[in-house]
């Protein structure tokens, strides 16, 4: 229970399965059963929770999710303040990645209350794992924005990306995505689409990113995670004339004058300037050529 002599409480931030509960960290039913309070994204799904664990919780249960988090956070940092043990739980994986969390984080470490963490399962590490692509680096980039120019803005800032990327994406909005992806970052590119993971359905989809997009066109159901290659580290000699315009475009696309994208391709493919913006006068007089 609080602790009633004046000492700070805790922040347990604790991770949830994204798919079978029997995934659930042994610590998880531990810190249910004894927080002071309770904060879920949803409390339904927390109720449905402790009764597959076949516990009760014994502490206060509030709403924390999207559209009140701002307006919660406050209260919850005041009950820190007076010594309450202070659960947050979301629907599913760890709080604060691409979920509630991060606002009562950053407000509990200011006012210096101790923040500890139940780790439990996380999709964007499942993915990566699952994916069968490079996982020494990778970087995590959640959710891309729904509009169609605003998310190709987003992919184009990503073009050049060594590191393996790991997106959260809606079912109804895969196709167009992985469309996306394909035009920004190549057809051939690597990718992997993981489907309901741990769950009855679970599908991992690899192959090229073109071909993904043809497969995701018919429809796609349940949670989705994609995971694509990062782009090759290519030295001089690696890429061919079409693949050094399209970088070339791309950096255009994203805002960067001409000359800055030639130059920028050029250093990064180690290749003389020269031969990048001939490329580039080659492939715009063909088009202007093929025009009728």
Same mark, same amino acid.
């Given at each position: 229970?609080?602790?009633?002599?004046?000492?700070?409480?805790? $922040?347990?931030?604790?991770?949830?399965?994204?798919?079978?509960? #029997?995934?659930?960290?042994?610590?998880?039913?531990?810190?249910?059963?004894?927080?002071?309070?309770?904060?879920?994204?949803?409390?339904?799904?927390?109720?449905?929770?402790?009764?597959?664990?076949?516990? @009760?919780?014994?502490?206060?249960?509030?709403?924390?999710?999207?559209?009140?988090?701002?307006?919660?956070?406050?209260?919850?940092?005041?009950?820190?303040?007076?010594?309450?043990?202070?659960?947050?739980?979301?629907?599913?994986?760890? !709080?604060?990645?691409?979920?509630?969390?991060?606002?009562?984080?950053?407000?509990?470490?200011?006012?210096?209350?101790?923040?500890?963490?139940?780790?439990?399962?996380? #999709?964007?590490?499942?993915?990566?794992?699952?994916?069968?692509? !490079?996982?020494?680096?990778?970087?995590?980039?959640?959710? $891309?924005?729904?509009?169609?120019?605003?998310? $190709?803005?987003?992919?184009?800032?990503?073009?050049?990306?060594?590191?393996?990327?790991?997106?959260?994406?809606?079912? @109804?909005?895969?196709?167009?995505?992985?469309?996306?992806?394909?035009?920004?970052?190549?057809?051939?590119?690597?990718?992997?689409?993981?489907?309901?993971?741990?769950?009855?359905?679970?599908?991992?989809?690899?192959? !090229?990113?073109?071909?993904?997009?043809?497969?995701?066109?018919?429809?796609?159901?349940?949670?989705?995670?994609?995971?694509?290659?990062?782009?090759?580290?290519?030295?001089?000699?690696?890429?061919?004339?079409?693949?050094?315009?399209?970088?070339?475009?791309?950096?255009?696309?994203?805002?960067?004058?001409?000359?800055?994208?030639?130059?920028?391709?050029?250093?990064? #493919?180690?290749?003389?300037?020269?031969?990048?913006?001939?490329?580039?006068?080659?492939?715009?007089?063909?088009?202007?050529?093929?025009?009728?």
């Amino acid at each position: 229970m609080a602790d009633v002599t004046g000492t700070t409480g805790t $922040l347990v931030l604790a991770g949830t399965p994204i798919g079978d509960v #029997a995934d659930a960290p042994p610590r998880l039913a531990a810190e249910l059963e004894r927080a002071d309070v309770v904060a879920a994204e949803d409390t339904r799904r927390l109720r449905r929770l402790t009764q597959a664990l076949g516990i @009760h919780t014994s502490g206060r249960v509030v709403s924390y999710f999207e559209g009140n988090e701002s307006a919660r956070t406050p209260e919850l940092v005041e009950a820190l303040s007076g010594g309450a043990r202070v659960l947050l739980v979301t629907d599913a994986g760890m !709080p604060s990645v691409s979920d509630p969390g991060y606002r009562l984080v950053a407000a509990a470490v200011e006012k210096d209350i101790r923040v500890t963490a139940v780790p439990g399962p996380s #999709a964007v590490l499942t993915a990566l794992a699952l994916s069968g692509l !490079p996982v020494d680096r990778f970087c995590f980039e959640g959710f $891309l924005p729904r509009k169609g120019g605003e998310r $190709l803005s987003r992919l184009r800032e990503n073009a050049d990306e060594r590191r393996t990327m790991v997106f959260f994406e809606a079912p @109804h909005r895969l196709d167009d995505t992985l469309a996306a992806m394909a035009e920004v970052f190549g057809a051939e590119r690597r990718a992997a689409v993981c489907r309901e993971l741990t769950k009855t359905y679970e599908e991992v989809k690899r192959g !090229p990113l073109g071909e993904l997009a043809v497969w995701a066109a018919d429809g796609v159901r349940g949670e989705i995670t994609v995971v694509v290659e990062g782009a090759a580290d290519a030295g001089p000699g690696d890429l061919d004339a079409e693949e050094l315009v399209r970088r070339v475009r791309v950096r255009e696309e994203a805002g960067e004058r001409r000359k800055e994208a030639i130059a920028a391709v050029a250093a990064d #493919a180690g290749l003389p300037k020269r031969e990048v913006f001939d490329a580039v006068v080659a492939a715009k007089n063909a088009e202007k050529a093929a025009k009728p």
